[in-house]
């Protein structure tokens, strides 16, 4: 089935059209009517509790308009996709890739925002550079950031201390972070099982990134993986927890899951860290919504709550980290453009973005307010003094993209079967590099020119 919106096709498998229909179905007759004199967009973005605390503060500027969180798409692009083709969207979509950003913008199913950011005055410089890549598609603005922030290294300093180790900092290779991780694992005198390991290495791409590799090539129509640099940033992954022992494998995450030591959820490092199973750990600076919650639980227990500390990841070659951003952009159908125009622009302000910075939730992506002590010094959380380090780490974030000719869907999952494999050791980091760069590639050739998510 295609469906004709605003000049764009949209590509619609059979069995796609029971769902199609059911929504279809189920939003006509549920949807909330508006009050009197008031506005009600519909915004499909994340589940988060943060979302209620903004919406409460854009309407206390913006009373006749409302704001609402659609809960049933739970930010879910194939369901937005398919109220699209439905002509039943909502007014406002969050973006979390440059990918659906093009993917939205190339079949019109997003508002050009260029003119009105012209008249609000609205300057893309104000924003991180790597934002742009959430707000442009061929030169055109269509969304305003939300939020940004890079991958930093956190790292429990009760266990530095103990260890006799000076904290990281900028001047971290590889080789101080596996000599750290070595000397922060700790196991049981009497039957040897670790019960605490040094390090959990997070994500490939920086990795890849700081050895020097690349995932494609200049133009974006190629995997290039498999090369010796490419297959050094797997190593320092696979390494530190098959040969090196010093992180936790896929098998162990398991059973702290299935036997509840650590507290942690599988699938989530985060826990792992936060209960001083993990010493070192990659993540962005919304990792601290959760480590605040546990700080305040320990306490409630009685127990020493997490001191960490932040610095940039270990570099190799290079220091690289990886840039995310989220972006806010309009149904270009919505009824109401005036209106959801307000709720990008309040986005831009130092009364949402001071939001941002309490609630931890990344960093802001408006320059100015994250320089200012409105981040860089919350009175709330006196003990979290290092919230520079988030800033200087920006000049090295990479955007990740993935080129047009692949489906996002079946790249994720090459990319999401290859990481488990190394993590549970079922492939060596150069059979990995080979296994993957091959596949990629065939599905480009294979997919070449169709551009469908």
């Not at 589940?47 to 503060?57: G, S």
């Not at 590099?433 to 091959?438: G, H, P, Q, V």
Request: net charge negative; hydrophobic share 35%; proline share 6%.
């Amino acid at each position: 089935m295609n469906q004709t919106s605003r000049g764009g096709t949209y590509r619609m498998p059979a069995k796609a059209l029971p769902a199609l229909l059911v929504f279809i179905l189920c939003f006509a007759g549920c949807r909330e009517p508006q009050s009197e004199g008031t506005i009600r967009l519909r915004w499909v973005t994340d589940i988060n509790p943060a979302r209620e605390k903004q919406i409460q503060l854009f309407r206390k500027s913006h009373p006749h308009i409302d704001v609402f969180v659609d809960q049933a798409s739970g930010g879910s692009t194939a369901k937005v996709l398919i109220q699209l083709a439905a002509h039943a969207g909502p007014d406002l979509i969050d973006i979390y890739s440059p990918e659906n950003l093009a993917y939205f913008a190339q079949y019109d199913s997003l508002l050009d925002i260029t003119d009105m950011c012209s008249e609000a005055r609205i300057d893309l410089d104000m924003f991180w550079p790597q934002c742009q890549a959430w707000m442009k598609h061929n030169n055109r603005i269509y969304g305003i950031p939300t939020n940004a922030g890079t991958l930093v290294l956190f790292y429990n300093k009760d266990h530095f201390d103990e260890a006799g180790i000076e904290y990281p900092d900028e001047t971290w290779d590889w080789e101080d972070y596996l000599s750290a991780a070595s000397r922060l694992t700790k196991r049981n005198p009497d039957n040897q099982r670790i019960e605490r390991y040094g390090c959990y290495p997070n994500e490939i791409r920086p990795l890849v990134w700081q050895a020097g590799g690349h995932f494609w090539d200049e133009n974006l129509t190629t995997c290039t993986l498999n090369t010796p640099q490419g297959i050094r940033g797997l190593k320092l992954f696979y390494d530190t927890r098959i040969l090196l022992k010093v992180a936790p494998s896929l098998g162990d995450e398991q059973s702290f899951s299935a036997g509840g030591w650590g507290g942690g959820v599988f699938g989530s490092p985060i826990p792992l860290f936060a209960t001083g199973r993990v010493s070192m750990l990659d993540m962005g600076r919304w990792g601290i919504v959760t480590f605040r919650q546990y700080q305040k639980e320990q306490k409630e227990a009685g127990l020493p709550p997490l001191r960490f500390g932040v610095a940039p990841l270990p570099r190799d070659a290079t220091r690289a980290t990886w840039f995310l951003s989220r972006s806010t952009t309009i149904n270009a159908e919505t009824r109401y453009p005036r209106e959801c125009f307000e709720f990008l622009k309040f986005l831009t302000t130092p009364e949402y973005n001071h939001l941002i910075c309490q609630a931890g939730d990344g960093i802001p992506s408006v320059k100015s307010i994250a320089e200012s002590d409105l981040f860089l010094r919350d009175p709330d959380y006196p003990q979290e003094d290092q919230n520079h380090v988030y800033l200087e780490d920006i000049p090295y974030g990479k955007v990740f993209r993935v080129p047009s000719d692949i489906k996002a869907a079946e790249y994720q999952k090459l990319y999401d079967i290859t990481v488990l494999r190394l993590r549970e050791g079922t492939l060596t980091p150069e059979e990995a590099a080979e296994d993957f760069t091959s596949q990629v590639n065939r599905a480009i050739a294979r997919n070449r020119g169709q551009n469908e998510i």
